[in-house]
């Protein structure tokens, strides 16, 4: 059984973790789509801290996950038709926009699963980058 989820990635982080364990309790496989900044840029403010190929390499690193994949465009149709998961995660943040509506209809079609996790509300990569940003401004950082 496949596993398949999407993101960003950027500040690897507990949550991260924890999403991407549970993903393998689910399945034989977890394949794992990262987010091009460019993707990212597209619905988010801020752009990720590390560069694609680095949030790759780190997630390739992890024992949990088989498969990392980029995708360099707001859509997840492809990446599910190319690795043909059994179950499709996602965040609790979904919504309704229209990729996440093109997936889901395809998912449907082919009679495959969409599963949604809860984020672990103690962490974040947004809230490590507010966190470095406040501890910067208070003068609490080492210099080199």
Request: charged share 20%.
């Amino acid at each position: 059984m496949t596993v398949y989820t999407v993101g960003t990635f950027d500040l690897l982080h507990v949550g991260h973790l924890a999403l991407l364990e549970y993903c393998k309790t689910l399945g034989d496989i977890v394949a794992v789509g990262v987010a091009s900044d460019e993707v990212v840029n597209s619905y988010k403010p801020n752009v990720p801290v590390i560069p694609l190929k680095q949030r790759m390499e780190m997630l390739k690193a992890l024992r949990c996950i088989d498969i990392v994949r980029p995708y360099y465009e707001l859509e997840y149709v492809s990446g599910c038709k190319e690795l043909k998961p059994d179950i499709f995660i996602i965040g609790e943040d979904w919504g309704r926009n229209p990729h996440n509506i093109d997936v889901e209809t395809y998912l449907k079609s082919v009679d495959k699963k969409i599963l949604q996790v809860s984020y672990n509300p103690q962490t974040s990569s947004t809230k490590i980058k507010q966190n470095v940003i406040a501890q910067t401004h208070r003068g609490n950082y080492l210099s080199c």
